[in-house]
């Protein structure tokens, strides 16, 4: 078989999407998933009036130590138990097309689907340190993004580097049901119903309790 006849590999496969819907992607290394993780993708979508949501369990975040973290599968598995809505999706396509920068993530998916209306939600608490991340000045110009606020991160994210830059292009919160087709850059603060759970503290409460035992 000669090089030109090669047979490309086949696509990763994608959650639902068609054109026209507003999806929403929420990544992060679900480390464990929790109950938090769910009550921000129901204001998601409630507050911005999205279609779904996609989870997207990352192969690793860059800017932290994975040596420890569980495999990718066992995560996904886990965040498919508990997120237990019809409208939420779990994927692991970043590991197919070798990538764990978010840049690259939404380069992908606008390029394979064009006609989506992808908006990016985080917690208020990665807003802090958003500016620490490859190219986010570019993130914002590519889409839309959503902050759901988190307990102690309130004050700290509206006062972060990134919250300052991006200032004169933050929605009001009543509009939020606007962002996902709002002129880029834009983005929107979500205050609400909060959780205090996070994957760091319930692994540090799981090593306790097995050096307890």
Known sequence: M????RVPP???VLPPHAPG???GLFGGSFNPPHEGH???SLVALRRLRLDRVWWIVTPGNPLKDNSALPQQSERMAAA?????HPRIDVTGF???IDTRFTFDTITYLQRRCPLVDFVWIMGADNLNGFHRWQRWREIAQQVPIAIIDRPGSTLKAARSRAATALGPHRLAEEDAGLLASSPLPAWVFLHGPRSTLSSTQI???EKEAFVAS
């Not at 000669?2 to 006849?5: D, L, Q, Y």
């Not at 498919?80 to 237990?84: D, E, G, I, S, Y």
């Open 2 to 5: 000669t090089r030109s006849s």
């Open 10 to 12: 086949p696509l990763p």
């Open 21 to 23: 819907l507003r999806i």
């Open 38 to 40: 769910r009550l921000a």
């Open 80 to 84: 498919r138990r508990l997120a237990r």
């Open 94 to 96: 970043e590991a197919e």
């Open 203 to 205: 692994r540090a409460a």
